[in-house]
């Protein structure tokens, strides 16, 4: 190989890394990947985006935002979606492999509880939560709650959880388990709308997810952060004002500072436009917007 043709091909490559040619055409393509809270969010945004500029195409997929995060550090993806703050060890490692991971606040999330329309528990405890979930934890029976419900003749509190590597996992983890260890013996899925179908059907379920993921057949307990003083119902009100207190950013992460069509589809994202899409999926907007009727 001639040392033109080897510096040809490694111009390629790099290119690849910040918006992909699709094909031989001269469209590019932008791969995203990572959270599943923000997975549908992200794909509405990708599918409008082609309205804006149809040159450039958004490939959306899940997988959690540890995947995310790692996909970044490979170079397979030019955004990473997640539902938690970058881990000290994934920047470092970012860093090690010559790059300076930039973060984007674009919306805001209610990470929400989830019970069956049976379960009568109408507001709960962040210590309660603890009591639920974390190792040692000594809630195992609804009855030890004040509550029966029905359909549920075993009593059995069922942990719903998420998968270690969900960015929402590590959230609540942090925040409602103060950083404890989970309990052996939950079920733990895959994504946020497993967890939101298995508690509509499953009378003894507790589950978390967000807030967008709600559905007719479950509720939402209001959640108190200070032994029962006050309570909040999760919202997309609550999560902007901060008021909701297991509200968390939801973030995008690009390996360096994005150039080119990555950075335009970013500023895109927090344009008002874009803002008012992720309003209009449940989400609190990362700012002011205004959004007409027509639109929500």
Known sequence: ?????????????????CARPEGGSSRSVIQNKGSDTLVNV????AEEYQTVNPSV????????????IAALKNGTVDIA??????????????IANGHNPVEFVVGFDALAIFLHNDNPIQEITKAQLKAIYADGGELERWSQLGVTVP???????????????????AYFREVVLDDEDFK??????????????????????IGYSGLAYANDEVHMPAVSSDGGETFVVPSVDTAIDGTYPIARPLLMYTADQP??????????ILSNDAQCIIKEKGYAPAGPVECSADSM
Do not use: P
């Open 1 to 17: 190989m001639t040392r033109n043709l080897f510096t040809l091909l490694f111009a390629v490559v790099f290119l690849a890394g």
């Open 42 to 45: 992200a794909q509405a945004w």
């Open 57 to 68: 195409a958004v490939a959306v997929t899940g997988g959690g935002s540890g995947t995310g």
């Open 81 to 94: 979606n997640a539902s938690r703050s970058i881990k000290d060890s994934e920047r470092e490692n970012l």
């Open 151 to 169: 359909g549920c003749s075993s009593d059995e509190i069922i942990r719903i959880s998420r998968q270690n590597n969900s960015g929402t996992y």
């Open 184 to 205: 052996l013996g939950s079920r733990d899925m895959h994504g946020s709308k497993d967890v939101v179908d298995l508690v509509t059907n499953t009378a003894c379920a």
């Open 259 to 268: 150039e080119g069509a990555v950075a335009e589809y970013l500023d895109w």
